[in-house]
Antibody, heavy 116, light 109 residues
Framework: EVQLVESGGRLVKPGGSLRLSCAAS????????INWVRQAPGKGLEWVSS????????YYAYSVRGRFTISRDNAKNSVYLQMDSLRVEDTAVYYC?????????WGQGTLVTVSS | QSALTQPASVSASLGQSITISCTGT?????????VSWYQQHPGKAPKVMIY???RRPSGVSNRFSGSKSGNTASLTISGLQAEDEADYHC?????????FGGGTKVTVL
């Protein structure tokens, strides 16, 4: 069974940092790109970042470029999202999702709240 | 990286059909057939219902169908059922990034 499990979300002050993790299982992790997608309270989905299977291709939404860094450890079947210089508008549930030309599997999400 | 445009809400009675539009540009929906639709119930993760414009994943009811014309994609739900009440999000590839719509709340009357 394919599973994606996010962790690391919590309350953080503006300007602070946070590292989210996405642990994958049930499929050949090394063969898939993984993305982060977020959803602010009561809002739609927003694509955040993607990383290819070998980390050769990495892309970011304009809204997070220069502040967020995506990475992966194929030996640990995990993807990470390092979030620096956090802003109030980064408050959201963050999902990791497997990409196959669409997002066929999603985690349950982890809540990041940026507030003073 | 502008969001795709969806209606905020659509409602219809049990058994009726609805169509949700998703308007993008020639840089996303108009160029790529990597358009997908996601159903999301409150407090749950999104679930893919349609991918590559009009393909249905295994296990998704054939009451769900997708299409595209120019820069606009559409999701049609026929024979509306109570469990179809949810938020629906469209998504398109757009050269090195993905763009979502604002989401449409479907209410079954």
């Amino acid at each position: 069974e394919v599973q994606l499990v996010e962790s690391g979300g919590r309350l953080v002050k503006p300007g602070g940092s946070l590292r989210l993790s996405c642990a994958a299982s049930g499929f050949p992790f090394i063969s898939y790109s993984i993305n982060w997608v977020r959803q602010a309270p009561g809002k739609g989905l927003e694509w955040v970042s993607s990383i290819s299977s070998s980390s050769s291709y990495i892309y970011y939404a304009y809204s997070v470029r220069g502040r967020f860094t995506i990475s992966r450890d194929n030996a640990k079947n995990s993807v990470y999202l390092q979030m620096d210089s956090l802003r109030v508008e980064d408050t959201a549930v963050y999902y990791c999702a497997r990409e196959v030309g669409n997002f066929d599997y999603w985690g349950q999400g982890t809540l990041v709240t940026v507030s003073s | 990286q502008s969001a795709l445009t969806q209606p905020a809400s659509v409602s219809a009675s049990l058994g009726q059909s609805i169509t949700i539009s998703c308007t993008g540009t020639s840089s996303d929906v108009g160029t790529y057939n990597l358009v997908s639709w996601y159903q999301q119930h409150p407090g749950k993760a999104p679930k893919v219902m349609i991918y590559e414009v009009n393909r249905r994943p295994s296990g998704v009811s054939n009451r769900f169908s997708g299409s595209k014309s120019g820069n606009t994609a559409s999701l049609t739900i026929s024979g509306l059922q109570a469990e179809d009440e949810a938020d629906y999000h469209c998504c398109s590839y757009a050269t090195n990034f993905w763009v979502f719509g604002g989401g449409t709340k479907v209410t079954v009357l």
